[in-house]
């Protein structure tokens, strides 16, 4: 009985580890130098940046939005726009963010 119950821990313990390679993987994406964030908490940190980045969305980024990408840096965002995709966001919007907000870093590039 005992071995029963330890399958479905083992098989959680397996799919968590699995998951944190996974996103491991996409935070060392970075341009050169690593996201020191994982994927959740980059996106987390862009909440701000939500109605800039919609897609055919009219709105500049807000000050909230420009201090985020600052913060957050070029690896990170980078990261993000080039990770999976996000319900609701725009990529190349995203990509444009750095220059909209003048921040002191380059563009993302695709796949990059």
Request: net charge positive.
């Amino acid at each position: 009985m005992r071995s029963s119950n330890m399958k479905p821990f083992q098989a959680m313990i397996l799919r968590a580890f699995l998951l944190m390679l996974v996103m491991g993987s996409m935070v060392e994406q970075g341009k050169g130098h690593s996201c020191g964030s994982t994927f959740f908490a980059a996106l987390v940190q862009l909440i701000p940046c939500r109605a800039a980045v919609a897609p055919f969305s009219p709105i500049p980024p807000s000050e909230a939005c420009c201090a985020a990408v600052k913060t957050l840096g070029q690896p990170c965002l980078c990261v993000l726009v080039n990770g999976p995709p996000i319900s609701g966001v725009d990529r190349n919007m995203a990509r444009q963010l750095p220059g909209k907000c003048t921040a002191n870093f380059d563009p993302c590039e695709f796949g990059k």
